[in-house]
């Protein structure tokens, strides 16, 4: 088995856990790979240096180490080739990491094939212009954020629903997040926790200046529409991504990606166990 570790060497603790990633693969016999910039810091694994791409296509699976952001980064990446993902935590909370940093023994687990795969929906997001071409694109796993340009200020955000509008929210922003991304930023702002196996998109309107406006859960297969509806410029950032500019004119059109995140569950743990033990780490 191959497998490419991509690690978050801003993560304090990211590289000792991947040194010791590459040590219990190392015993269990599997071939493992590292991207071309981790070769100054990983060389004496033994691990073999790739350009990304190569690293990526030719492995069958991904091991990503950090908190949730780096996994999501990587999954992004993984998803793309349709490999598969397992995030081992080196950060704080991490919903999406399969192993902790204590139980790297079971990654013995992964290389006989003992383990099942968690497929998660992803979304697409895309900034379409006046001529209604596809200027800009990118994937979420967790969520897509739509703001004014001017952070400061709220903003009349138009929302439609398969081509027909349905609201204009006087907002900071609008969150728009798979079930994956439900327990994140959605979370903290008041939106509803989704169980991932059920398919759906969420909207969740950020300090809306009204008492009714609240998160509204769709059908997987609904493409949301969003521009501003008073000619302001809006910023689009994909799972927290440096934002990409939304011209007047323009407008973001997001919907269900062609294909899902595939994480790897090593251990039996359930979604509400998942949940209920990392919440209660911020209690």
Do not use: W
Not at 18 to 42: P, Q, R, T, V
Not at 74 to 88: F, H
Not at 251 to 279: G, M, Q, V
Request: charge should be negative; glycine fraction near 8%; aromatic fraction near 8%.
């Amino acid at each position: 088995m191959k497998i490419t570790l991509i690690p978050n060497l801003t993560r304090t603790e990211a590289a000792g856990v991947a040194a010791g990633i590459c040590k219990s693969l190392k015993y269990l016999g599997a071939e493992f790979s590292f991207f071309n910039e981790y070769k100054d810091e990983f060389e004496f694994t033994g691990a073999d240096f790739l350009p990304e791409a190569e690293a990526i296509d030719g492995c069958d699976a991904v091991i990503a180490v950090g908190g949730d952001g780096s996994i999501i980064h990587a999954a992004k990446l993984a998803a793309v080739r349709q490999k598969p993902i397992l995030g081992v935590n080196a950060g704080r909370l991490a919903f999406m990491a399969g192993l902790e940093d204590n139980e790297l023994h079971l990654l013995s687990r992964l290389i006989e094939g003992d383990y099942s795969l968690d497929k998660r929906l992803m979304l697409k997001a895309n900034i379409i212009n006046g001529n209604n071409e596809v200027i800009y694109g990118d994937y979420c796993v967790n969520d897509c954020l739509i703001t004014n340009e001017e952070k400061q200020r709220m903003t009349a955000i138009d929302v439609s629903l398969d081509s027909s509008r349905f609201n204009s929210y006087l907002c900071d922003g609008v969150l728009i997040s798979t079930p994956t991304g439900s327990t994140a930023y959605s979370l903290s702002a008041g939106g509803p926790v989704v169980d991932p196996e059920l398919e759906s998109i969420l909207l969740t309107p950020l300090c809306p200046h009204s008492l009714v406006d609240r998160s509204l859960i769709f059908r997987p297969d609904a493409v949301l529409t969003v521009n501003s509806g008073e000619k302001q410029t809006l910023c689009l950032s994909a799972d927290g991504i440096e934002p990409v500019t939304i011209e007047t004119g323009c407008r973001a059109e997001i919907s269900k990606a062609e294909f899902t995140a595939n994480f790897i569950r090593i251990k039996s743990d359930n979604f509400i166990d998942i949940l209920y033990k990392k919440l209660a780490q911020r209690r």
